[in-house]
């Protein structure tokens, strides 16, 4: 079991008893509206618990709950990619809206982006952001990522055609210049 640490933020496994709280934090309008629709709307207890069941049979540990000064707080997780993307992630999060506007996401971004480079070996590590999602596009920021492209009318949530912001962060440590390997 992977955990990772700094200040009040703790990134750990999804716990059985996080159930109610995951289904209560998941469960809002808001969350769903900056996220893909692969989570459900509305989000129930089963919901969770075969969420929880899922992250917990992972190998290696790519899910992580986000636990803020002892309360679950959110959810981050890496993607990893195939074939000749196999050193390339995508990183997707979101958090409860009463831990909103703590920095949580940035810090948590970073913590599992070091993870990712540190421990998974990634050299890259992407994020797809509608581009209503501001706060998203701040986060990733502030965690050293730079926007790469924007993908035009590429999206569609609630019915409606967007835009989507695509950053990435390198590997500094893994990138070679030699082609040939």
């Known amino acids: 079991m992977i955990e990772l640490t700094q200040d009040d933020l703790h990134l750990r ?10 289904a209560a934090l998941c469960n809002n309008r808001k969350i769903w509206n900056n996220v893909r629709d692969f ?6 207890d089963q919901n969770a618990a075969e969420f929880i069941t899922l ?3 992972e190998n290696p540990q790519v899910t992580f709950a986000i636990e803020y ?19 390339t992630a995508e990183i997707g999060y979101w958090i409860g809206e009463p831990f909103w506007g703590k920095g ?5 971004v970073r913590l599992v982006t070091m993870y990712g480079f540190h421990h998974l070996d990634l050299v890259r590590i992407y994020s797809g952001v509608f581009e209503f999602n501001k706060a998203s596009q701040k986060v990733l920021e502030k965690a050293g990522y730079k926007l790469e492209a924007i993908f035009e ?5 609630n019915g409606v055609i967007s835009d989507e912001f695509r950053y990435a962060k390198l590997n500094p440590s893994n990138i070679s210049n030699d082609s040939s390997t």
Do not use: H, W
């Not at 000064?69 to 050193?87: F, T």
């Not at 009318?153 to 949530?157: F, L, N």
């Open 69 to 87: 000064k002892g309360e679950l707080a959110g959810c981050i997780g890496l993607v990893r990619q195939s074939d000749i993307y196999r050193l």
């Open 153 to 157: 009318k590429s999206i569609i949530k």
């Open 13 to 22: 496994s999804f716990f059985t008893q996080d159930q109610s709280k995951l």
């Open 55 to 57: 992250c917990q049979n």
């Open 39 to 44: 989570l459900p709307s509305p989000y129930t």
């Open 104 to 108: 949580i996401a940035t810090q948590a």
